[in-house]
């Protein structure tokens, strides 16, 4: 017995040891990502390095003692502070967030990967008409989900795409008349995005859709962002809404980039969206744990609530925007 708890205790305090290393290991790189968009792109699996830093701590306070458990809950402790360093602001900002009451008028928005490989579209088109938003933006409408977004076409008098009038990806729908709009791709912009101009008593805004590549390998993310400010720089930023799957979280340095750069205001603060469902050929995702689908809105709008939708068949949770212009 006294062997068993020996070795018992050597697993727990080399788990503790391993988790400390790691842990604190990549949270320390993603630091860099200040000068370097390789190491940036570790910084969207914080939640990861912090879930191991404190794993390291708790498991070293527990199972090791003197010099080792100082030296352990030390690692740790270190790891918990560069995460804190990446996460902290924007974790801050989602507990001051305050939801506002509804009002009629309010406009509504959803922004929604629907998935290509959605695995119940009958589901999401039922969800998505029983909203009855005023805007909605889809991502990933083809494949299987083409259902969705020819649904959403019947149901809402206008609506754009990425490519124009032409089939493309990423939609914008909308029940307000469109007295503008077209594709990034049309206008030489090379993004998966789409704008459009739409009638408001209040005065016409700007509702601007993009889908953005993966983080990694670095660069074409990064790339992506700068042809974005290129395009959105026409737009009257006051009154302008830009949504998402920007495929980045907030506590990475590129879209802390983004956010400066864009004159508008995050609305979506450490809402995880993504995985949902099963989001590969072999697991399922028991809960989103990353934020990459963001709303952003111009300071003309003040933030009346944001949500987040239910599983429908997509890798991709929903995103349900309320916002208010007065």
């Known amino acids: 017995m006294d062997l068993l708890l020996r070795l018992l205790s050597l697993f727990f305090r080399g788990t503790a040891l391993m988790l400390g290393v790691v842990g604190t290991g990549f949270a320390l790189v993603c630091l860099g990502g200040v000068f370097s968009d390789r190491l940036d792109a570790f910084s969207h699996l914080s939640p990861l390095w912090l879930a191991m830093a404190t794993g390291a701590v708790v498991t070293g306070w527990i199972f090791a003692r003197g010099d080792e458990r100082k030296a352990i809950v030390g690692l740790g402790s270190l790891g918990l502070l560069a995460c804190a360093i990446l996460m902290g602001p924007e974790l801050m900002a989602a507990a001051g967030s305050k939801r506002l009451a509804a009002r ?50 019947a149901y809402y008098p206008f609506h754009v795409t990425c490519d124009g009038k032409r089939y493309c990806g990423t939609m914008i729908f909308s029940r307000k008349r469109m007295l503008a709009r077209n594709g990034f791709y049309p206008e030489g912009h090379e993004l998966a995005g789409a704008w459009a101009t739409l009638a408001d008593p209040k005065g016409a805004f700007t509702v601007a859709g993009i889908h953005y590549v993966w983080p990694i ?58 995985p949902s469902g099963r989001f590969s ?26 949500t987040r939708g239910p599983a429908l068949g997509s890798d991709h949770r929903p995103i349900v925007v309320h916002l208010r212009r007065d």
């Open 281 to 306: 050929r072999l697991a399922n995702a028991p809960a989103p744990f990353l934020p990459i689908d963001h709303v952003y809105a111009g300071k003309a709008w003040k933030t009346v609530s944001v």
């Open 217 to 274: 390998p670095a660069g074409p993310q990064q790339q992506q962002g700068k042809r974005l400010l290129a395009a959105m720089d026409r737009f009257d930023r006051s009154t302008t809404i830009l949504t998402g799957d920007f495929n980045s979280t907030p506590w990475s340095f590129t879209l802390k980039r983004q956010d400066k750069a864009l004159g508008l205001e995050r609305r979506t603060r450490a809402l995880p969206s993504w």
């Open 104 to 153: 009629p008028g309010d406009l509504k928005i959803i922004q929604f990967n629907v998935w290509h490989e959605n695995e119940t579209p009958e589901l999401a088109l039922r969800w998505l008409l029983d909203q009855d938003a005023d805007v909605v933006v889809i991502v990933e409408g083809g494949g299987m989900a083409a259902s969705v977004t020819q649904g959403l076409k």
